[in-house]
């Protein structure tokens, strides 16, 4: 499964970003998927996550109440929505999947990985 990661940019401390995930060719409906980000010098670290069943998504302390990830099966995407960014938001953000499962904060848990998109919160 190739991921496709997008929407990364640069914006104001404040504002809005909304990033998409997306496989090449096929639905996203049957994988459980994870959002990980990593910033210069940093490990890679959990953002959010979405399982296929009807449990609430899950999120990192540092991003609740200000992100928000969703399905649209209608475009077969998931997307994570950014509010009120800060500067230390600010690194590469990867989607990836895996197929059984419940949602993991761990990175290893996932199969497949996207190649990033760069998101940039400037103060």
């Known amino acids: 499964v190739q991921l496709q990661a997008s929407g990364g940019g640069l914006v104001q401390a404040g504002g809005s970003l909304r990033l998409s995930c997306a496989a090449s060719?096929?639905?996203?409906?049957?994988?459980?998927i994870g959002w990980f980000r990593q910033a210069p010098g940093k490990e890679r670290e959990f953002v959010a996550g979405?399982?296929?069943?009807?449990?609430?998504?899950m999120y990192a302390d540092s991003v609740k109440g200000r992100f928000v990830l969703s399905r649209d099966n209608a475009e077969r995407t998931v997307a994570l929505q950014m509010n009120s960014l800060k500067p230390e938001d600010t690194a590469v953000y990867y989607c990836?999947?895996?197929?059984?499962?419940?949602?993991?904060?761990?990175?290893?848990?996932?199969?497949?990985w996207g190649q990033g998109t760069l998101v940039t919160v400037s103060s």
């Open positions: 060719g096929r639905s996203l409906s049957s994988f459980i």
């Open positions: 979405i399982g296929w069943n009807v449990s609430p998504p």
């Open positions: 990836a999947a895996r197929l059984f499962g419940p949602v993991r904060r761990n990175s290893e848990d996932y199969v497949y």
